[in-house]
């Protein structure tokens, strides 16, 4: 039956690899509870989950800064609202298209079930490529995205927030940008400022709860981060806030890279060197040998692979570990991986950390911090409140990723497959949401 849905997939949306991968992943880990529950068959949950609720696409015109218009293609996929709004970032980079967008927005459905919050799945974003544009031109480009998908968000319909090129910036632009035509201010966006509804802790939420959710599966393997040596790939939002608190627990992080390069720094990353770069400057991760010259810099990203570590995070894009990286990553002792990005590990890759008993932290749970503390933001907004960053923090901790761990592990022990997370996180992801759907009758 799995295979028949899939083949659908692909003929409905051709072309489009990176959405056959996310979709055949999750459909391979969920046939045995299909088996057991036939009025899921029956009431066509998966063939209804496969297809989003609502597609729209639409065309982003802006003038930049020598006066000539550009145009770009805007996009949200609105995939499944049977547990609550749509909720998932915006991404903007130039290989953005539907394949991307449907795949991200596929995943988020059920990372955001895992979260335990009421949050649906939807994502969006643009082939437009913030970098090297200015203030003034990201602000039009931000302006003009908003002014169509205005129409379709709202704080109880749809809440975006930021992914790869949509940070802090983007965020203002576009809420201000909302703000002014629907003449309401609310939560429609995640990831807001601190002093206009921002919540204490999403900055830090997809890094921080990652390493949280690493810490978990240690403790099982009998493993602690304390001593350890780190590669984190990316130099964005989620790979320096992974870096940061591996470095707060006693970890050593000494690779980290951009989609030019990756530098090697043997005595730790110095984070304030690279939060600089990054968050300030916008500059190329080359630009760390300046203040660290005894660092080493590498032409091309997917040599990072190869530098010898005890636990991967993979922080930048989908399918950075090929099989052959994660041959290399095993072959060097790797006893970790833990998934900050989406979809970053081919499913041969998956395959070989599995087979070599390396402790294997998949997306979905793994990197669902960041989408729950935007759970929590809307939470603060509808109550017109901001809680502290320690609160904020224990409930990303306790409540919310050591709780994905525990249903992930229990889901795949239930299903004869214990300590794979893989099955275990789609399986508990799929289940809250197909009760739902199947409660709320077939539309
Ligand atoms: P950022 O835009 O802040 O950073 C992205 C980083 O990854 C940059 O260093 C970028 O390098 C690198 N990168 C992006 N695309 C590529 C590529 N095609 N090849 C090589 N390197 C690349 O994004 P985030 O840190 O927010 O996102 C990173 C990953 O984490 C994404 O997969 C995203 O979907 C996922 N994620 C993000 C969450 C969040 O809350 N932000 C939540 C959960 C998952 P360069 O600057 O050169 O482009
Ligand atoms: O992939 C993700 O979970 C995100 N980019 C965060 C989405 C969100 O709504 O905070």
Known sequence: MVKAILEQVKKRNPGEPEFHQAVEEVLESIAPVLDKHPEYKKAGIVERLVEPERQILFRVPWVDDSGKVQVNRGMRFEFNSAIGPYKGGLRFHPTVYPGIIKF????QVFKNSLTGLAMGGGKGGSD???KGKSDGEVMRFCQSFMTEL???IGPDTDVPAGDIGVGGREIGFMFGTYKKIRNEFTGVLTGKGLDWGGSLVRTE???YGLIYFLLQMLKDAGKNVKGATVVSSGSGNVSIYATQKCQQLGAKVIAMSDSN???VDNDGIDLKVVKQLKEVERKRIKDYLKARPNARYHEGCDGIWNVKCDIALPNATQNEIDKKAAETLVANGVWAVAEGANMPSTPEAVKIFL???VSFGPAKAANAGGVAVSGLEMAQNSQ???????KTDKLLDEMIMQHIYRQAKASAEEYGQPGNLVVGAN???FEKVARAMLAQGIV
């Open 104 to 107: 991200l927005g596929f995943e």
């Open 128 to 130: 437009f490529d913030p």
């Open 150 to 152: 205005c129409k379709y």
């Open 205 to 207: 939420a997809t890094g």
């Open 261 to 263: 390069g990756y530098i």
């Open 355 to 357: 087979k070599n008993k």
């Open 384 to 390: 017109r409140m901001s809680w502290s960053f320690e």
């Open 427 to 429: 399986i508990a992801g």
